[in-house]
């Protein structure tokens, strides 16, 4: 296991069990945590052998917010320079979450609040504890609920109407109906996450490598994609890419054989 303090990292085969390290302080981001995230995600575009990451946090909170306690993060210099330096310090991390090839599986228990809730976005798939409640906690404390991506996202996962809701008001959104408004994949007890999770790493292993990574790119280019035509174009690329690889082939006699295929990455 590589071991950072605030971020545990545990690669098994190739997968990577990203586990957030705070549980006394319901998981909140504070300075190390914040850099240890960013220069996590922003590492993956060249970890080719990181296929799927799954994230994840101990304790009872996924990750409750920004750390109000920690002194480097709450300047007692009300500089605007300073507020924007840190604005764009914890939004790297979110970039590089959309930016790196690998699907993220985030499993959520307890609370994920403001920049914790942006982290469950973020992801790929999300699996909610049936403690898990979320919201954009931003307005709550005298800004707007539009902060580190979730104008971006929720209206993307769940329609514009609920996330104006949920960005209006500050409200949680709890498990059942996360699951009911599409926000999450599914609900399990909290002690089942894991299990969970390997059900979707296990399908996703039987893909081929690069199919995987650039299913989710085309899916990233298609959210914005400004017409059916474009977004058709990069699918038209990828596949014409992928059906000149032995891994094509190979998925091909593995089908035929009825086993598993055995791909290269070619």
């Given at each position: 296991?590589?071991?950072?303090?605030?971020?545990?990292?545990?690669?098994?085969e190739?997968?990577?069990?990203?586990?957030?390290?705070?549980?006394?302080?319901?998981?909140a981001?504070n300075?190390?945590?914040?850099?240890?995230l960013?220069?996590?995600f922003?590492?993956?575009?060249?970890q080719?052998?990181?296929?799927?990451?799954?994230?994840?946090?101990?304790?009872?909170h996924?990750?409750?917010?920004l750390?109000?306690?920690?002194?480097?993060?709450?300047?007692k210099?009300?500089?605007?320079?300073?507020?924007?330096s840190?604005?764009r310090?914890?939004?790297?991390?979110?970039?590089?979450?959309?930016?790196?090839p690998?699907?993220?599986?985030?499993?959520?228990?307890?609370?994920?609040?403001?920049?914790g809730?942006?982290?469950?976005?973020?992801?790929d798939?999300?699996i909610?504890?049936?403690?898990s409640?979320?919201?954009?906690a931003?307005i709550?404390i005298?800004?707007t609920?539009?902060?580190?991506?979730?104008?971006?996202?929720?209206p993307?996962?769940?329609?514009?109407?609920?996330?104006?809701?949920?960005l209006?008001?500050g409200?949680?959104?709890?498990?059942?109906?996360?699951?009911?408004?599409?926000?999450?994949?599914?609900v399990v007890?909290d002690?089942?996450?894991?299990?969970?999770?390997d059900?979707?790493?296990?399908d996703?292993?039987?893909?081929?490598?690069?199919?995987?990574?650039?299913?989710?790119?085309?899916?990233n280019?298609?959210?914005?994609?400004?017409?059916?035509?474009?977004?058709?174009?990069?699918?038209d690329?990828?596949?014409?890419l992928?059906a000149?690889?032995?891994?094509?082939?190979?998925?091909g006699?593995?089908?035929?054989e009825?086993?598993?295929?055995?791909?290269?990455?070619?």
């Amino acid at each position: 296991m590589n071991q950072h303090s605030a971020l545990l990292i545990e690669n098994r085969e190739s997968v990577d069990w990203v586990t957030l390290n705070r549980p006394q302080s319901g998981n909140a981001l504070n300075t190390e945590l914040i850099e240890a995230l960013a220069g996590y995600f922003e590492g993956l575009r060249d970890q080719e052998d990181t296929r799927i990451v799954v994230l994840r946090a101990k304790g009872k909170h996924f990750c409750v917010g920004l750390d109000l306690n920690d002194n480097a993060l709450i300047e007692k210099d009300r500089h605007p320079r300073a507020v924007w330096s840190l604005q764009r310090k914890i939004a790297r991390i979110y970039l590089a979450m959309r930016k790196c090839p690998q699907p993220i599986i985030c499993l959520v228990q307890g609370a994920a609040s403001g920049g914790g809730f942006s982290l469950a976005m973020a992801s790929d798939i999300r699996i909610a504890g049936e403690s898990s409640k979320m919201n954009a906690a931003y307005i709550k404390i005298g800004l707007t609920g539009c902060d580190m991506g979730s104008s971006y996202f929720l209206p993307r996962l769940v329609g514009s109407s609920v996330a104006s809701e949920l960005l209006m008001t500050g409200r949680f959104i709890h498990a059942q109906r996360a699951l009911a408004v599409n926000l999450v994949s599914e609900v399990v007890p909290d002690d089942a996450l894991e299990l969970a999770a390997d059900s979707f790493v296990y399908d996703m292993l039987r893909t081929s490598p690069m199919g995987l990574r650039l299913t989710k790119d085309a899916l990233n280019f298609s959210v914005d994609a400004t017409s059916l035509e474009s977004a058709m174009a990069v699918e038209d690329r990828h596949q014409s890419l992928l059906a000149l690889t032995e891994d094509h082939l190979e998925a091909g006699r593995a089908f035929f054989e009825k086993r598993d295929p055995d791909y290269k990455d070619l």
